[in-house]
């Protein structure tokens, strides 16, 4: 079975802070992984996945298979991020259907 | 440019009613997804399509039916609805293709119910 965690419904910072949204799973084989984001009255979209190995936003992710994680990070933040923010995981060669965690919610305050 | 459609915003019905939920996409994907969203919960699915006229259980699809009878449209069909089934649905789709969309999820904007 595939599963992900995050373990942090909500995370406050402040304008400028550091942020880290923690993402951790469980999957037997070889996983694609994912971060998409809800903006307020928005729909969810992507907002990055391990394989294109890119920076979307200031916020980078990196799948590190022995942690079996893939938080998410950026450096200084900015109000616009506040944003709900989902880690999914797609086992490749597997269902397509992605397994999502429950989601984190990032509060950057001014 | 909405490329996934779902065709109620909110809807309120009451116990024991039949719901039908639709969700077009026009961007020719072959997989199509219905999930719920719960807040602490996030994401559950509820089933999915690889195709026409197929469909697979997801991890909650319990009180739950779909239909996909066009290549462009999934439904997902409450025989008789429940409070707890009080939530809101997602829909998405996405492509299998060798391309660099290939398995990314784009979602519709939602379905809010509310079972009384």
């Known amino acids: 079975a595939q599963r992900v965690t995050q373990p942090e419904k909500l995370l406050s910072v402040f304008k400028g802070a550091p942020v880290e949204l923690k993402c951790n799973y469980s999957?037997?084989?070889?996983?694609?992984l994912f971060w998409y984001v809800q903006y307020s009255r928005q729909r969810l979209q992507l907002l990055l996945r391990h394989i294109s190995r890119e920076s979307i936003k200031g916020f980078t992710a990196d799948l590190n298979k022995g942690e079996t994680s893939f938080h998410l990070k950026k450096p200084f933040a900015q109000e616009e991020d506040s944003a709900m923010y989902y880690c999914a995981l797609s086992g490749l060669g597997g269902r397509r259907a992605l397994t999502f965690g429950s989601g984190t919610r990032l509060q950057v305050q001014p | 440019d909405v490329k996934v459609t779902q065709s109620s915003r909110y809807l309120v019905k009451r116990t024991g009613e039949k719901v039908f939920l639709e969700c077009v996409q026009d961007m020719d994907h072959e997989n199509m997804f219905w999930y719920r969203q719960d807040p602490g919960l996030g994401l559950r699915l509820i089933y999915f399509?690889?195709?026409?006229?197929?469909?697979e259980k997801g991890d909650i699809p319990e009180g739950y039916s779909v239909s996909r009878e066009k290549k462009e449209r999934f439904s997902l069909i409450l025989e008789s609805a429940s409070t707890n089934q009080t939530s809101m649905y997602l829909c998405?789709?996405?492509?299998?293709?060798?391309?660099?969309?290939?398995?990314?999820?784009?979602f519709g904007a939602g379905s809010r119910l509310t079972v009384l």
């Open positions: 999957y037997s084989g070889s996983p694609e």
């Open positions: 399509s690889y195709d026409v006229k197929m469909k």
């Open positions: 998405a789709s996405s492509t299998t293709g060798p391309t660099s969309g290939a398995n990314v999820l784009t």
